[in-house]
């Protein structure tokens, strides 16, 4: 499929380079199932995509592996090749070069909650990950290159989605703000022997976790599963629990490398606390040849802003990183999603999450004033009603809601859902003017009826 946009030399690179993949396949003894061939233009860029036909394979994991990925870029001459996060397995690779990325972008005021906001891609369009699909990330970068401040954002977002966090700080400059924030799990901490507690209290979580899992006759299988039956249980939800080890090189190398106290301990919370819903974040200035295999065996996504070892970044999927201008923070390489800038977010903002984005929508804010004036009970009728949406979008509203301890249903009340003394302190933390404003817009009214 092609469009107007896309000139002939284009179109017979992408037929060589076609054919080379197929070629690159058969080499490596995969089975070359390309349903199809598709080149477009996105953004100022022309792209090849290969879709694979997942149906004719069998273990689909030799195909999404990014040293995979690496081998491919090489045998087509260093182009860059990507895995899409569209669903299946498509290969995209770059037929032009990239276009310029901004040198900042601010934070969005609107970032969506339950989704973590990394950065504008190449294309201008936002990266953005679902927590409940996100495994765990590793971000590289020289002191200078925006990867403390991206990491700053990530906690920040962390907090407002209401998780728990395991926060290690050994140079205690990266986390500073948050001491003794109420999310925080435990003290942040500030040697390598306190950051291994850290991780050994999230697999103690893990096993609590486990245990509480297998208490529910529906025996679920992942957080999302539990939560919703427990709000139906009317048993308290759990949160997430995000955990940060910052200059994690440093810390696994002082407690034995990757086959020490540390570097098991991470790998035994990479493929249990996923299931649990809690994530870590390598964080370091570089990673030593032993500790790159286990780590990139361990993440999801990896970013590489700065660095000084070309070879490294390679390793990690983010060649190039070396090549990043002193006079570019905040622009990373990663292995999924090419060069993105992240979000710059201004430091006074960082120890209050609040003042980085809203808490409540427009629409909850007045539909919870509302639901306060009339006594406190917030049913789905209500939601319907007033926020002028359909019973589905207003039921999933709800669960969101019964998540975050924003509503609960009250026995004394006939198992009505009613707002939480939570949702109390927020409403009123919320300026007054605003309240009046918000209504006008949403153009909400109280119902007449009881």
């Known amino acids: 499929m092609t469009d107007i946009m896309i000139s002939r030399r284009e179109l017979r690179l992408a037929e060589t380079v076609a054919r080379q993949l197929i070629n690159a396949f058969i080499r490596r003894k995969l089975t070359p199932a390309f349903s199809d061939f598709l080149v477009t233009h996105l953004a100022g860029v022309t792209m090849l995509i290969a879709v694979i036909d997942t149906a004719k394979l069998g273990d689909h994991s030799p195909y999404t592996n990014p040293d995979l990925l690496h081998q491919l870029s090489t045998d087509l001459g260093g182009m860059s090749v990507r895995l899409s996060n569209h669903s299946g397995i498509r290969l995209v690779i770059l037929l032009s070069p990239l276009p310029k990325l901004p040198h900042k972008v601010n934070f969005p005021v609107d970032a969506p909650r339950g989704r973590l906001a990394i950065g504008d891609s190449y294309t201008g369009q936002p990266v953005l990950l679902d927590w409940a699909q996100t495994t765990h990330l590793a971000v590289l970068g020289n002191t200078g290159s925006g990867k403390s401040i991206f990491l700053q954002s990530l906690v920040a977002q962390a907090i407002r989605d209401d998780m728990q966090l395991l926060l290690s700080d050994i140079d205690q400059t990266t986390f500073g703000m948050l001491e003794n924030h109420p999310n925080l799990a435990a003290p942040i901490a500030t040697s390598p022997q306190a950051a291994l507690g850290l991780i050994e209290q999230a697999l103690a979580e893990c096993d609590r976790r486990a245990e509480l899992f297998k208490n529910l006759p529906e025996r679920p299988q992942k957080l999302s599963e539990y939560n919703a039956l427990a709000v139906k249980a009317h048993i308290d939800p759990l949160p997430r629990m995000v955990v940060v080890l910052d200059e994690a090189s440093t810390v696994i190398t002082a407690l034995g490398g990757a086959k020490g106290a540390m570097g098991q301990a991470l790998a035994t919370l990479g ?180």
């Not at 990896?302 to 990183?321: D, I």
């Open 271 to 450: 493929w249990r606390g996923r299931k649990f819903g809690e994530h870590f974040i390598f964080a370091a200035q570089e990673f030593t040849k032993d500790i790159v295999g286990p780590v990139r065996d361990q993440v999801g996504l990896t970013l590489c802003f700065r660095v000084r070892n070309g070879q490294m970044a390679e390793r990690m999927g983010c060649k190039g990183a070396e090549r990043i201008p002193e006079n570019r923070p905040g622009l990373a390489i990663s292995d999924r999603h090419g060069p993105i800038q992240t979000y710059f977010v201004e430091h006074s903002h960082l120890g209050q999450p609040q003042n980085l984005f809203s808490t409540m929508s427009d629409l909850e804010h007045s539909l919870f004033s509302l639901a306060l004036s009339e006594g406190g009970k917030l049913p789905a009728s209500k939601v319907q009603e007033w926020g002028r949406i359909s019973e589905w979008q207003a039921r999933r509203m709800m669960e969101t809601w019964a998540l975050k301890g924003w509503l609960a249903k009250d026995s004394i009340r006939d198992n009505a859902f009613c707002i939480t003394p939570k949702m109390q302190v927020l409403l009123s933390n919320h300026q007054t003017a605003q309240t009046g404003s918000n209504r006008s817009q949403t153009g909400i009214k109280p119902s007449q009826t009881n």
